[in-house]
């Protein structure tokens, strides 16, 4: 056998269109970096505007689960100063913050916040709860739970 009819039988072995699949292969191979490159650009970005968020007074949530309030930020050690609780201050690195917590909307408004108790007597209707005696309110908690039973 010599060299050019072992050549001769490799590419009659090769499958017909054969490159063609190596292109695609280099294409898919091409597509996978990109999106990588796409992906960790993305995450950059996201740490940056976090970094960039992160400042004293801003209540922040640690990968490890701590919520606090940001007291000190110092850039060049990464290292933040986080109030815990009151007068409970704790060093964190700068790359445990998780999230930047943002300020909540408060859902209830004083009107839906009652200031006294009245709303807790419920079956006294027009009466004021300090004008019912203790044998009244015995005898209408019984029948409360009566009607429960």
């Known amino acids: 056998m010599t060299v050019s009819s072992i050549l001769a039988a490799d590419q009659a072995a090769a499958a017909p269109g054969g490159g063609f699949m190596n292109y695609i292969l280099f294409a898919l191979f091409g597509v996978l970096i990109l999106m990588m490159i796409r992906k960790s650009r993305k995450t950059k970005a996201a740490a940056q505007e976090k970094q960039s968020k992160l400042a004293p007074g801003v209540d ?84 409360e739970n009566n009607k429960d039973n």
Not at 75 to 89: M, R, T
């Open 60 to 143: 922040i949530m640690t990968n490890f689960g701590l919520f606090g309030h940001v007291k000190d930020v110092d850039q060049a050690n990464n290292k933040i100063k986080l109030e815990i609780s009151p007068g409970v201050i704790v060093e964190v690195h700068s790359l445990t913050v998780a999230k930047i917590v943002e300020p909540e909307d408060t859902a209830l408004s004083e009107e839906s916040i009652p200031d006294d108790v009245s709303s807790l007597t419920g079956g006294l209707g027009n009466r004021d709860a300090s004008q019912e005696t203790v044998e009244e309110t015995v005898a209408r908690l019984n029948k």
